[in-house]
């Protein structure tokens, strides 16, 4: 015994040594593992702040390209609405018919702004940070899209910042269809190439071309049916060879994004209040 | 290095590291991990408990800004823990007891083979525990050697700058 302390005394660097790296492998098992631990994140207050404030600077060197991609999609949009309106009128006889169809699309989804300040694409397992949090009316799994497609969900909030699960991490699974053929599977990023991910278990006896646009399914309850996601762009035979699995290159340039829009249904507890209820 | 500027330092290196070098990326690899300079550069008498105090330290802060929690502390302190065997391994028979390991005090091939194998081990640890599996071998051996050659190229630009002052 009392050899035993005598060597503990003698190698006690070694003790905490040990120790220090115990409590390493602690933080880094209970953040992959357990939602709350928000504080050794960068959605804790300081690290936010200096965050925000480098993004803040930063955000002014992009402004010109930011400005004419918005008036480009602007433009494209109001065209698009156009038709839309055009193609409504052709088949209500009713105008308040279509002009009711067309408020109820909406009323269904609350979309709060949110700008992104701290983003990382080139690590296996990428995170994002926002700069509104659970006092703005963000919860965790949310859905957060950008103008040109979609992004991630909110894995956890910090008061005034939140952490976003992006397609760009192994451990999101966003349910997707293809657009012109409404066969679905589910969006899967495995590293590599931030600009492309893979659609899994899409089915052998489904139709689909290269160049097909993949959008969201609306199965789950997270994202509304048809927002885009990207463009097919190769297709291989998946491991156990029981379905396809294709390769998605993505709307969403995630190396720029500055502004997103974290959405999230009205009825959704309603929606999975009930699908808890099912016992699988 | 006195307490006051070493606490500076501290600042200055995860400031640097976490705004600027993890933006930095060749073809998504060789990012260069630059704080581990201030593990590299604490004078030689500093005790081992201390300095692995200090390594977990600015890992766990420059780990708080990248949302990593746990990566880099843990990587930072294998390198604490290992820099005294390899300095007394680099070490030359005429040096004084106390110095502050840089080129001036070493030679530049002694600090360069401490920077290097210094370097190796932080950088292994951490992309080891980032991959987490063995897996994708070659790209996790791809990102260790680049991540190396990136860090301990900054090291040694600074350095040479910083001895000709």
């Known amino acids: 015994m009392r050899n035993l302390l005598d060597f503990l005394l003698k190698y006690n660097y070694f003790l905490l040594f040990v120790l220090l790296e115990v409590i390493c492998f602690i933080l880094l098992f209970r953040f992959n593992s357990y939602q709350g631990s928000v504080f050794f994140t960068s959605a804790n207050a300081v690290a936010g702040k200096v965050c925000e404030l480098s993004s803040g600077i930063a955000r002014y060197w992009g402004l010109e390209e930011v400005n004419r991609r918005l008036t480009a999609r602007n433009v494209e949009l109001e065209l698009e609405v156009e038709a839309l309106r055009r193609a409504v009128d052709g088949y209500a006889q009713d105008s308040t018919v279509a002009r009711h169809l067309l408020d109820r699309a909406y009323d269904n989804y609350h979309v709060y702004p949110a700008r992104v300040v701290n983003n990382s694409i080139a690590r296996l397992n990428n995170y994002m940070t926002l700069d509104k949090g659970s006092d703005d009316g963000i919860r965790p799994e949310m859905g957060v899209v950008c103008g040109n497609g979609v992004v991630g969900i909110i894995y956890m909030t910090g008061p005034h910042h939140s952490i976003v699960l992006p397609v760009l991490n192994p451990k999101s699974s966003i349910s997707c269809k293809i657009r012109r053929t409404e066969y679905f599977g589910f969006l899967k990023w ?4 931030p600009q492309y991910a893979y659609v899994k278990d899409m089915p052998r006896h489904s139709e689909f071309m290269l160049g097909d646009t993949i959008v969201t399914s609306g199965h789950s309850a997270v994202f509304p049916e048809g927002i885009p996601v990207g463009t097919v762009d190769d297709m291989v035979d998946s491991h156990d060879g029981l379905s396809y699995l294709l390769r998605v290159k993505l709307f969403t340039d995630f190396a720029r994004l500055t502004d997103v829009m974290v959405i999230t249904s009205v009825r959704k507890e309603e929606r999975t209040s009930l699908e808890d209820r099912v016992e699988f | 290095m006195q307490k006051f500027q070493r606490i500076r330092w501290f600042v200055f290196l995860v400031l640097v590291q976490v705004l600027v070098l993890n933006y930095v990326h060749i073809n998504h690899y060789a990012t260069p991990l630059f704080y581990i300079y201030f593990i590299l550069k604490v004078d030689s008498d500093i ?11 600015l890992g766990l802060c420059v780990d708080v800004f ?17 820099r005294p065997l390899l300095l007394r391994s680099q070490i030359l028979r005429g040096s004084p007891d106390v110095f502050e390991p840089g080129i001036r005090a070493m030679g530049f091939s002694h600090f360069l083979r401490y920077a290097f194998i210094g370097t190796l081990v932080h950088v292994g640890m951490l992309d080891v525990l980032d991959a987490f599996s063995f897996v994708h071998m070659r790209a996790l051996l791809f990102a260790v050697v680049s991540d190396v050659l990136m860090t301990l190229f900054c090291i040694v630009c600074v350095e040479l700058v910083r001895r000709r002052k």
């Open chain 2, 47 to 57: 005790g081992r408990k201390n300095l692995m105090l200090w390594a977990f330290a």
């Open chain 1, 190 to 193: 495995e590293g590599g190439n």
């Open chain 2, 66 to 82: 990248s949302n990593t929690p746990g990566m880099n502390a843990a990587a930072s302190v294998l390198l604490a823990f290992c």
